[in-house]
């Protein structure tokens, strides 16, 4: 497990095939600024999608996967700082993913699939796991209640905060079920506990800089920081929400449909765009979507709203999300080793 050496693909990696546009009605292509991957859960596949909602990539395909190899509900799917490897968590199948995208092939992981534990090798349903720039990855285990960085061929993770078994809000010794652990600019992580709904910002060496409820939230997931001062979550429900909020537990934004085509159902990641859009997925409608919170209108797109399907312009159970380099995650905050 380390960065790639070879430069970073263009996209798409390969000719696209000549396909229509696949994107709901009214969506606007510019909403975007580059493809979209999306860890699609229940088809079990990654997929990048161009801003006219075309398939440009997808994987795994026949002969991707080694022999007694799996790939099994990826929930969230992130690229490596220099874009040429991509970083999936498959929570309820207890792994965590690297895919070079070149080759195709798993080139690293860790865990057990099917088999939860906190032993060495061993995760309990991890979350939003993420490559720094050394290499390591750093992820949350959502069951044993602790954040883990995981190092380059080591068999245990090389660091860890929190304590399995003991699931409360207390950092940097305890976390309440930490379901995200996002790097940020400035070396520290943004940390989501769902017990008590808490999001707390610490450094690797244990200090806790503020901790904070996201306001109105009833299951926070997986937030990220919108700009400085500013943090994004998603709220897991069926009436779901997207709130935008400060390190003082107050709101700044929120977008919450009771009905109609805004209402979301148990979106899980939402993320800032460059242009001030939110993309989000919002899994259980089967959808990614661009909020645009100027006009407080969906901007764009892709699946059709509570519709499973595998094929072009479908779904199912959508959970994560990341943008093609330079656009990316990694790209975007520049994450450096903490």
Known sequence: MSPSAASPPSWPPAAPTNQPHN???????AALPAPVLIADRDNNRLVVVSPHGQVLWQWPRPGDLAAGQTFR???????????????????????????DIATRKIVWRYGQPGLPGSGPNRLWNPDDAMMLRDGS?????IKNCRLVRLGVGATAPVWTAGEPGSCRHSPPTRFGSPNGA????????LVTEINNDWVDEIDSAGHVYWSA?????SYPSD???LSPGKYLTADYSSVGQV?????????????????????LDHPSLAEGLPNGDIIANDDRNDRVVVIDPRTSQIAWQYGHTATRGSGPGYLSNPDGLDLVPPDSYAERVMISPA
Do not use: C, K
């Open 73 to 99: 509900v990826p929930d969230d799917a992130f690229f490596t700082p220099d874009g040429g490897h991509i970083v999936v968590t498959q929570e309820d199948d207890f792994v965590i993913t690297e895919i």
């Open 223 to 225: 937030t990220s920081e």
């Open 213 to 217: 409820h996201p306001p109105q939230v």
């Open 137 to 141: 990855i750093i992820a949350a285990d």
């Open 23 to 29: 994107l709901a009605a009214g969506s606007n292509p």
């Open 243 to 263: 709130v935008v909020f400060d390190s003082g537990g107050h709101t700044l934004w929120r977008w919450r449909q009771q009905s109609g085509p805004g209402r």
């Open 182 to 189: 996002f790097p940020l600019p400035n070396g520290h992580f």
